[in-house]
C-alpha cells in the first residue's frame, strides 16, 4: 500500500479547516477554554486516593485524637480537600464536609460537560466537512474531459476528503471525548472514596448534634 497517495494537504486543509470553524462557531469562548483545560489535563497525574489520604493522615489522626474544636486546617496540595475540611472544622459538622464535597463535585461535572460539547460537535462535522470536500472536488472535475489525470486527481480527493473526516470523527475526537470522560468518573470515584474514609475518621471526633426540645405539654384546665 501506497502511503504518500492517502496524503492531500488540501483535502486536509477542507477538513480540518471546516471543522476548526465549525466548532468555534458553534461553541461558546468558555466552552472552548473548557476543552483545551480538559485536554491539557489529560497530561497531568490523576488524582489518586491513596495519595491524598497519605498526604492529610496525620491531620485527620489529630483531629480524632482532640476532636475538631481544637482542630487546624490539614495540610494539602488540593483545593478541595482544604475547603471541605475548613468547613467541617468551622461548623463542626460532617454535613458541611459532605455538601462541600458536593458543590465542588457538581462544578466539575458542569465543567466537563461544558468540555465536552466542542470535541463532539467536532466530531459531528468532521464526516460533514469529508463531505463537502467530496463535493468540493466533484464540482471541479471537468464535465467534458476523458478519463486522464485531471479526474483521477478528482476522484482521489473526493475520496481523501471523506476518509479525512471519518478519520477525525472517530479515530480522534469520538475517542478524546470517551479519554475525557473516563478521567473524570476515575476522579469523581477516587474522591468520592476520600470524602466517605473522611467521614467514617472523623465521625466520633465531630460534636453531637443539638437535640431539638421536646414539646411542652400545657395543661388543660
Not at 22 to 49: C, H, W
Not at 71 to 86: C, G, N
Not at 132 to 160: D, E, Y
Not at 198 to 207: D, E, G, H, K, T
Request: net charge positive.
Amino acid at each position: 500500500m501506497d502511503l504518500a497517495a492517502l496524503l492531500d494537504p488540501a483535502s486536509a486543509a477542507i477538513v480540518l479547516g471546516g471543522t476548526l470553524a465549525a466548532t468555534l462557531l458553534g461553541s461558546g469562548r468558555g466552552e472552548v477554554a473548557a476543552s483545551l483545560g480538559a485536554v491539557a489535563n489529560l497530561f497531568r497525574r490523576p488524582f489518586d486516593y491513596e495519595q491524598a489520604r497519605a498526604e492529610i493522615a496525620r491531620d485527620v489522626a489529630a483531629m480524632r485524637k482532640d476532636g475538631v474544636v481544637r482542630a487546624h486546617s490539614v495540610h494539602s496540595t488540593d483545593r478541595e480537600i482544604l475547603s471541605a475540611t475548613e468547613a467541617l472544622i468551622h461548623d463542626r459538622s460532617l454535613a458541611s464536609l459532605v455538601a462541600t464535597h458536593e458543590k465542588f463535585r457538581d462544578e466539575r461535572i458542569a465543567r466537563r460537560t461544558m468540555a465536552m460539547r466542542p470535541v463532539l460537535l467536532a466530531a459531528e462535522m468532521g464526516p460533514v466537512f469529508g463531505m463537502v470536500g467530496t463535493l468540493v472536488s466533484l464540482s471541479q472535475m471537468p464535465l467534458a474531459a476523458p478519463a486522464g489525470g485531471s479526474m483521477v486527481g478528482g476522484i482521489a480527493m473526493a475520496v481523501l476528503t471523506t476518509l479525512y473526516g471519518l478519520v477525525l470523527a472517530h479515530l480522534a475526537c469520538n475517542p478524546l471525548a470517551r479519554l475525557i470522560a473516563r478521567r473524570g468518573a476515575h476522579e469523581e470515584a477516587q474522591r468520592q472514596m476520600l470524602i466517605d474514609w473522611l467521614a467514617r475518621q472523623l465521625a466520633a471526633a465531630v460534636p453531637p448534634a443539638a437535640r431539638p426540645p421536646e414539646p411542652r405539654l400545657e395543661r388543660v384546665a
